[in-house]
């Protein structure tokens, strides 16, 4: 697949063109071109295709820096909270991304596949500001630091690990489950000093095989309890009847359930394209469907507002003062996802001038079609029939 990557040489025939209409199978393929030039934020209609299109996309470009920047499995306003894998995946892009831009690499660039759910849904803004702890065997801390690093990072302390996001301390034994990994380890010390670090399995709690390399524990939540946090829920408290029993236990420290609820007036949120490369190119993947889906997310958000917090109010609407604090966190429109990173919508013929920075591609499907790589259209756009 590599191989008939560079046989067709689709850089060379899409040019600088916004709109390329192409058929499915060539969509990694045009990825792969357009990936050439600059960092890639490539969006789809849903989770399940960004996960299809990763697995493509990994196996037709000879890089390592495709990365899947995954979406919630709660809607911003629902009292759950997101799946710990989830939160440490997302963790991880953007930490790897901030790595490459420290780096200054312009020979290879990276691919960002994201659902347009979580395009526009905003991040805490210091998501990819935190320290990530490294662990080897061999290295030194003691376990009241590392108890400490991992209650800060929403890890769960508990007697039996048997979950992800839970540790347990047992003399110097150290149980825990990192949100990305399949097995928990368990972490042996002499001293502070790491002697040990085996999986095991959660059904005997037997150990079964040691771990190759080191480990990164990943905060657990993306909504860690800070102080301003603490202070931020006090006031919350006060202000607001409504939200008085989760904040008010978020003001003690304790971690709850759905409190990513309130992420859009706990802390501050940016939307997704402030974390990637500033030279970033959006490949919007079926745009009309995805406008769609972003209108529908909204719709749905808006709902689930009214649903969650009507009860907390007695059972009528959501305050009108808290509804507008609480929407901070919920789903942006399209173009409000997009402000920002391109000034103005550049026509074709301007497009061969003035070549922005930010270009947005839409890749659209066209069912049962053939390639013929010798129709190239003037208007703007390729259309590969």
Known sequence: MRALNEVLGLSHVIGDHDRIVATPALNSFLIASLHEKSPLLVVTHSSRRAEELFNEVTESIPTKNVFLFPAWETLPHEKLSPKSDTVAQRLRTLNILQSIADQHSATDFPIVI???RAFVQPINSHFSHREVLKLSIGDEISLEALTQYLVINAYSRTDLVEKRGEFAVRGGIVDLFLPLMEHPIRLEFFGDEIEEMR??????????????????????????????????????SHKFPELQEMCGRIANGIYVEGMESLSGVLTETAPLMTFLPTTTRIVLMDDERIRLRSIDLIKTAEEFLEAAWSSAANGGA????????????????????????????????????????????????IAQSMINFSQIFDGGFIQII
Request: charged share 30%; hydrophobic share 35%; proline share 7%.
């Open 318 to 365: 959501t305050p009108l003062p808290l509804h507008d604090e609480l929407e901070r966190g919920s789903y942006t429109s399209l173009d409000v996802a997009l402000e920002g990173h391109e000034k103005r919508r550049l026509t074709p013929s301007e497009m061969r001038v003035h070549f922005s920075s930010m270009i947005f591609y839409r890749l659209s499907h």
């Open 199 to 236: 999986y095991f399995a959660v059904s005997d709690q037997r150990t079964f095989e040691p771990v190759v390399g080191g480990i990164e524990i990943l905060p657990s939540r993306e909504l860690l309890i800070t102080e301003d946090v603490k202070i931020r829920a006090e006031e919350l």
């Open 114 to 116: 994201a659902p347009v």
